[in-house]
């Protein structure tokens, strides 16, 4: 097959950009510190993820912090793609409602959240992501230690959910321990897993390829099938979508499909996460 130069010249920036941004990774250094008597820190990218993913470890008796990293404001007068679907007029304006319902799906669990500075990708634009220093350094001064660190899989591409994941390989490399957790709704783009849910296997649907597409690059995952699950019992599932309808403005835009994803309790009562470990 002939490579077009235009192919060429992609594939050559996708290496240049992954050896730089292994470069950076090698010569960061954390200012946050491992102390195992320190709550336990849930890092949600958006103001939703942690809900959607965790609740589980939300409603449990462990100490746990939940820090939104994307949760700045944009400027007022503007208006992103995913707000525009959602139905906003202005992205500012429907940022501080998420915020809003952030905190009233979090008091549910009996958490408050803290809200980082940082612009989700949708109101970044052309501007440069956060480096690994800037989100380590906020961090910082809002949780200095912590027991372990909970991040995105990045199932499902977002950047920002990569993002959160970068941030937690180079936490584990560190000496933090670290836990993935899978992200809805994009996870389940196919379904779960037949080994999440207990259903049939089905030869004609292989949701572990889909995954592996995106956790393949992650060589401190022990092995897709390692993971943790866990299933809410009814009473669990039932507070869970109860705090997942607290984000009026995006509920319905991710509830889609003949089946209302979110709400199907065989969707949302299933929580999967894995326990990162270094290679020897």
Same mark, same amino acid.
């Given at each position: ?76 007068? *503007?208006? $992103?793609?995913? #707000? ?5 007029? /202005?992205? %500012?304006?429907? +940022?501080?409602?998420?915020? =809003? ?22 109101? *970044?634009? $052309?501007?440069? #992501? ?5 989100? /380590?350094? %906020?961090?910082? +001064?809002?949780?200095?230690? =912590? ?134």
């Amino acid at each position: 097959m002939i490579r077009s130069p235009l192919d060429i010249a992609r594939t050559t920036y996708r290496r240049s950009r992954a050896l730089l941004e292994a470069h950076r990774e090698r010569r960061f250094r954390t200012r946050l510190r491992f102390d195992p008597q320190a709550p336990e820190l849930l890092l949600s990218p958006h103001w939703d993820d942690a809900v959607l993913d965790c609740w589980g470890l939300l409603t449990s008796e462990r100490r746990v912090t939940v820090v939104n990293l994307f949760a700045g404001v944009p400027p007022r007068g *503007r208006l $992103a793609p995913w #707000d525009a679907i959602t139905g906003a007029t /202005d992205s %500012a304006m429907r +940022a501080r409602e998420r915020i =809003a319902e952030d905190a009233r799906a979090l008091a549910g669990a009996g958490r408050t959240p803290v809200n980082l500075p940082f612009l989700d990708a949708q109101y *970044r634009g $052309a501007a440069p #992501d956060p480096t690994l220093e800037e989100i /380590d350094r %906020a961090l910082f +001064a809002a949780a200095p230690s =912590a027991s372990r660190v909970h991040v995105t899989a990045g199932v499902g591409g977002h950047l920002d959910h990569l993002l959160a994941r970068r941030y937690g390989r180079v936490l584990l490399r560190a000496g933090l321990p670290v836990t993935l957790y899978a992200d809805l709704p994009y996870c389940v783009l196919h379904g779960w897993p037949h080994w999440v849910d207990g259903t049939e296997p089905d030869p004609h649907r292989n949701v572990d390829a889909f995954w592996l597409e995106f956790l393949k690059v992650v060589p401190e995952l022990p092995g897709l099938r390692s993971a943790h699950v866990e299933r809410l019992d009814d009473r669990a599932a039932a507070a869970k979508l109860a705090a997942m309808r607290c984000y009026e403005t995006q509920f319905p835009g991710l509830d889609y499909g003949a089946g209302r994803l979110l709400s199907d309790p065989e969707i949302h009562r299933f929580e999967v996460c894995w326990e990162l470990g270094l290679r020897r």
